[in-house]
């Protein structure tokens, strides 16, 4: 190959690296950071109906720390938390503030009674037939698990399975004791 | 004169008129579920893989559905819609890049890719085409008629 070629097969290079450098540069300064997603932060509105007929909706819980975890019957992670949600439910059943609900995803609900009654579930569930709670809090999947502030703000949330010390450091998070 | 022109003028009004017809018919409807349509294909149901919200039957996705016609119906716009699930969801949810800053390059590459192949290919024809032919020599002649020769 000749010195010219050369030449100009390296301005060719040089131009494209340009090219690729401003466009970069621009990308930096549209818009900051890519978003991820998530609705820490937000207050979402939600109203849901548990299966003992009662209606539970940010309205009705404001003023209280809200545990609403997302789950299925047929949701083998779900199952696998259970334990876990259970034991944190008692640890915190007593307490004034505290509200904890399990929105079904994506099931039915004759189901998710039988499930309910058979591994004896304490805490509130409700259904979530147009999934407009799910689209509240932005669910992309289950297990989800969100605590919701006294001022009705997210506090922090979990996707995927939690732990017992999960859900303690989301409600002290929830509780501002973090 | 007048009669001269007249095919001309009725030509001229045909052509006009049939542009102004492309053009009013080219134009995006904003009508709700028109609106609702397109934003359906731009977006990307939230719990699939790969499908728009326009393809799932999803819960997550119909909820999405019937929420962005009732954002349409409370007056706000495409942006603020898509603004608010990409809040919700991440940049992912949007099936469509931007149309400036980073997301020029997903645009912009492939048609710098296709323009600079093209001009490759097109240099390296007509290099192929300037090649002189190879016309053989007589010693190439000799060389085959021997080869022709002891193969026989």
Redesign the interface.
């Known amino acids: 190959m000749s010195a010219t070629r050369i030449r100009f097969a390296a301005i060719g290079v040089a131009v494209v690296l340009a090219?690729?450098g401003i466009?970069?540069a621009?990308?930096?300064?549209?818009?900051g950071p890519?978003?991820?997603?998530?609705?820490v932060g937000?207050s979402p509105q939600f109203e849901v109906e548990t299966l003992d007929g009662d209606v539970l909706s940010s309205e009705n819980l404001a003023g209280k720390t809200v545990v609403v975890n997302f789950w299925n019957t047929w949701c083998i992670p779900c199952i696998r938390e259970a334990p876990a949600l259970a034991e944190f439910y008692d640890r915190h059943a007593a307490d004034d503030d505290f509200v904890m609900i399990g929105i079904v995803?994506?099931d039915g609900e004759r189901a998710v009674r039988e499930h309910v009654q058979a591994e004896g579930v304490a805490y509130e569930v409700a259904m979530d037939p147009?999934?407009?709670a799910?689209?509240a809090f932005?669910?992309?999947?289950q297990p989800e698990t969100f605590v919701i502030g006294p001022d009705g703000v997210v506090a922090a949330e979990r996707r995927g399975e939690v732990t017992v010390t999960d859900l303690e450091l989301m409600l002290d998070e929830a509780r501002g004791r973090t | 004169m007048t009669r001269r022109w007249a095919p001309w003028l009725a030509l001229l009004v045909l052509v006009a008129g049939a542009v102004v017809v492309l053009v009013a018919r080219s134009q995006p409807s904003d009508s709700v579920e028109a609106r609702a349509g397109r934003l359906e294909r731009e977006l990307a149901c939230p719990v699939c893989t790969g499908e728009s919200l326009a393809e799932s039957n999803a819960p997550e996705a119909r909820a999405m559905r019937d929420d962005m016609r009732e954002r349409m119906a409370a007056g706000q716009s495409d942006g603020e819609i898509v603004s608010a699930y990409v809040r919700l969801y991440g940049e992912r949810v949007k099936l469509k890049p931007d149309d400036g800053g980073i997301a020029v390059l997903a645009w912009g590459l492939p048609v710098v890719l296709f323009v600079v192949g093209g001009a490759a290919l097109a240099a390296a024809l007509v290099r192929w085409g300037r090649a002189p032919r190879l016309v053989a020599d007589p010693d190439d002649e000799r060389l085959v008629a021997r080869a022709r020769r002891e193969t026989t």
Not at chain 1, 26 to 31: E, K, Q, S, W
């Open positions: 090219v690729v466009v970069l621009l990308g930096m300064d549209d818009g890519t978003v991820t997603g998530g609705v937000e995803r994506d147009r999934s407009r799910a689209l932005g669910v992309t999947g």
